[in-house]
């Protein structure tokens, strides 16, 4: 597409994702961690596969707009369920002695696993160069390719990133929307499955 659409689509893209970090607001009120984690992510995978299917049927106009509208939606609705809510839950895991050095840790991990993943997309959507064209002296067998030229095609990457996301998630994040940090604890404590936290119960004289 061109420079203007490109840039055009970039600026509803920053707009729609400030709006809906802000409805986000509105559904980590009501709904629960676990559950805006986990459909987000999955409902994610789904159209990163299918960015990915739309990159696999040729070159077109139609490809290109599916391309760039899947994009959009992925990077919007990612604003609006799992990113804000890595943020909770990030303050909701940690114990209370421990939650600076907990979230710094695992801020620190985030940067170290983005910057491999910022020159691994950049490689991924970069097109095919020849560098025989500035080294016409170099024999065609030393010829070097840059770029892997996947466009849309790099939603098959990203999609089995996040199934991996998807399913740690489903087994170790637990649900702690309204668990005071006592209860969460004593859970922790206990061992007791992510995926029965919902149901458990925790007495108001427990002290673990």
Excluded at 18 to 23: D, E, G, K
Excluded at 89 to 111: C, D, H, K, M, N
Excluded at 184 to 190: E, G, N, V
Aim: hydrophobic share 45%; aromatic share 10%.
């Amino acid at each position: 597409m061109g420079t203007n659409t490109a840039f055009a689509l970039g600026l509803i893209t920053s707009a729609l994702q400030m709006v809906f970090v802000m409805l986000s607001w509105i559904l980590t009120t009501y709904l629960g961690r676990r559950t805006i984690y986990l459909w987000g992510s999955g409902f994610n995978v789904v159209l990163l596969i299918a960015l990915g299917v739309a990159g696999s049927v040729g070159l077109s106009t139609a490809s290109n707009l599916a391309q760039a509208s899947l994009g959009l939606i992925i990077s919007v609705l990612f604003t609006l369920g799992p990113a804000p809510a890595s943020w909770v839950i990030i303050g909701e895991t940690s114990a209370i002695r421990l939650r600076p050095l907990t979230t710094g840790v695992g801020r620190g991990a985030y940067y170290i696993v983005e910057i491999p993943c910022i020159f691994l997309g950049s490689y991924m959507l970069n097109p095919l160069v020849s560098r025989r064209s500035c080294r016409p002296h170099r024999r065609r067998s030393a010829d070097m390719m840059q770029g892997g030229n996947l466009s849309g095609k790099c939603g098959y990457v990203w999609g089995a990133t996040g199934l991996v996301c998807f399913i740690t998630a489903y087994f170790y994040l637990p649900e702690m929307k309204g668990r005071s940090y006592r209860e969460i604890d004593i859970l922790f404590k206990r061992h007791v499955p992510a995926r029965k936290w919902k149901g458990t119960v925790v007495d108001v004289q427990d002290d673990e």
